[in-house]
């Protein structure tokens, strides 16, 4: 039977995955463009996150001029790195968010080339595609698709065979069908149970409906499932469309760094704007935005400056987007629905500069450690800030980028998810610079992390450390403005996701959003597909 719901969600994962291929023709950039005035912009972007990086450099590729405003000093938001000293004087960079990426996809190569930064990039690939550490010792997953997770799983479960093989060929079957869907579409929509039923079974089911479906074995399943804490939601609640396709790409194409950390990137995309004629102004933060018979028309900033254009672009969490429109802008259902919405998780980091080259001891660049095997408690967890039962994810830079660390040195961070509540008691402090109480907590996930690596993957870690830093949710949220401090815009989970994800062109006439809080969703790829989405909202609006 062909219900709305499932209906609609496919076909909104449909457009936003032919946003991708699309290109504005000459005559609909042209035509977008002749409405400016001499001096004036087409559109203010709020934020230098990669979202708003990447629309503002669709503008200028295409003869359209932006105006990106950014509160930081430096652009990239999440796709950034700082440096630490350690007491002699050895500078460590320190990536803020960038693990691996796919990147050399056929999809993101034409997106990144739209953007006027591919071949500026100088991507590292990784040697594997994963690498885990449970109970049962340390899995490698190799860069080999489908076929490699395949022979892995039997390997480890080998009394399950029948049941992993027809898995797999359910995640082939699609796989393929997401091919031919994005390729060729279809003709009559109500055939579309019968010309794609795999896709049509994954519609409206989380992770864990579809592996409960084929597999029984709790464990096989978590391992199947073992990247969800790169989607920010366990398998009970996260959607098996924005699991199963991304991963199948991951594992068939392989994840790549960058060298000159993700920094690079964000820097290419900054200096593409203003050799196109844009500007990024960083220092300064907006605090509302504008209104011109009902239209978005400028923005105005905490330092009391004006800007004017015939369009506004926001990078900005929606939650604040929002919050900067005059009261009564929004339709009243929908400014319901949105408030609806729940943040995704946030993160704590542990930043390390290692004072010796520890590459020999552990050969891997990245590698996750479960504490406990089932995901349900792990995330349960991190919310709840009992970290010595949550996740890590783990990160050795100099395994991928020789020379990323002072000579003789190494980089490390490790990573896990965490709720924003478990912070909250140290809010009022944090912001008064009354850190005492705030450090000491920060001192303390230092020394659980540190044990933690050093018990699994590097002997000997705790007597290395030059540098540390360490970061919480309390951080994100004072560089990124983003409410609870979350990494991944809203949650993904199945009823907010393709069908109920918010758009990126809003009910505000000329205002679009432009980040991972809009459609597609979270990580670098997701607020680039955004970025072209509302540039591709925008130029049809502006033509």
């Known amino acids: 039977m062909m219900t709305r719901r499932k209906f609609l969600e496919i076909m909104s994962f449909l457009a936003g995955s032919a946003v991708i291929g699309w290109a504005p023709t000459p005559g609909l950039a042209k035509s977008a463009a002749k409405g400016r005035k001499d001096g004036a912009y087409d559109a203010i972007v709020i934020g230098a996150g990669l979202g708003g990086l990447g629309c503002a450099a669709l503008m200028a590729q295409n003869g359209l001029k932006p105006l990106v405003i950014e509160q930081h000093t430096i652009p990239g938001g999440y796709a950034t790195s700082f440096t630490r000293d350690d007491d002699n004087g050895n500078t460590f960079s320190c990536e803020v968010s960038l693990h691996s990426t796919v ?3 056929a999809s993101a190569r034409k997106m990144f080339t739209d953007m006027g930064i591919y071949d500026r990039l100088d991507l590292v690939d990784h040697k594997q595609a994963w690498s885990r550490v449970d109970s049962k010792g340390i899995i490698d997953l190799p860069n ?23 898995f797999m060929a359910f995640w ?33 089911k989380t992770l864990a409906q579809v592996l409960d479906a084929y597999l029984t074995n709790a464990q096989l399943k978590n391992l199947v499932g073992m990247t969800w804490g790169y989607y920010g939601l366990p398998p009970s609640k996260l959607s098996a469309f924005y699991y199963l396709g991304p991963m199948a790409d991951y594992l068939t194409e392989g994840g790549q760094y960058l060298r ?17 004629g844009g500007k990024v102004l960083l220092g300064e933060r907006v605090a509302g935005i504008t209104l011109k018979n009902g239209r978005a028309s400028g923005v105005r900033t905490a330092s009391g400056k004006s800007f004017e254009a015939r369009a506004v672009v926001s990078n900005a969490a929606a939650p604040v987007t929002f919050g900067m429109l005059p009261q009564g802008a929004l339709p009243k259902d929908y400014a319901a629905r949105v408030a609806g919405f729940t943040p995704s998780v946030s993160s704590v980091i542990v930043w390390l500069g290692l004072n010796q080259d520890i ?21 349960a967890a991190s919310m709840s800030g009992d970290y010595a039962k949550s996740g890590l994810g783990c990160m050795i830079y100099d395994n991928l980028v020789p020379g990323f660390s002072p000579k003789g040195m190494s980089t490390m961070a490790i990573m896990c998810l965490s ?46 450390i030059a540098m540390s830093e360490v970061s919480t949710p309390l951080t994100n949220r004072r560089f990124t403005g983003n409410p609870s401090g979350a990494i991944y815009g809203y949650d993904q989970t199945t009823d907010n996701s393709f069908l109920t994800r918010l758009q990126n062109r809003t009910p505000v006439p000329g205002l679009y959003l432009s980040s991972a809080w809009g459609d597609p969703g979270g990580g670098f790829g997701g607020a680039l597909a955004a970025a072209k989405g509302a540039f591709k909202n925008l130029v049809e609006d502006l033509a």
């Open 172 to 204: 082939r079957l699609f796989v393929q069908e997401l091919t031919t869907l994005e390729a060729k579409g279809i003709a009559d929509k109500a055939q579309f149970p019968k010309v794609y039923p795999t896709l049509w079974f994954v519609a409206g």
């Open 144 to 166: 080999a698709g489908l076929a490699g997770l395949e022979a892995l799983l039997v390997q480890r479960f080998p009394a399950e065979k029948d049941a992993i093989a027809k």
């Open 103 to 105: 990147a050399r996809s």
């Open 359 to 379: 590459t020999k001891i552990q050969p891997r660049a990245e590698f996750s450690i479960d504490m406990l095997e089932d995901p349900e408690v792990t995330y």
């Open 260 to 276: 000159g950390t993700s920094q690079s990137m964000s820097n290419a995309l900054a200096d593409v704007i203003a050799k196109g």
């Open 419 to 464: 709720g924003f509540e478990p912070w909250r008691k140290y809010e009022k402090d944090y912001e008064a610079n009354r850190k005492h109480e705030y450090n000491q907590a920060k001192d303390r996930i230092l020394s659980l992390f540190v044990s933690a690596v050093e018990a699994k993957m590097v002997p000997g870690l705790s007597k290395m």
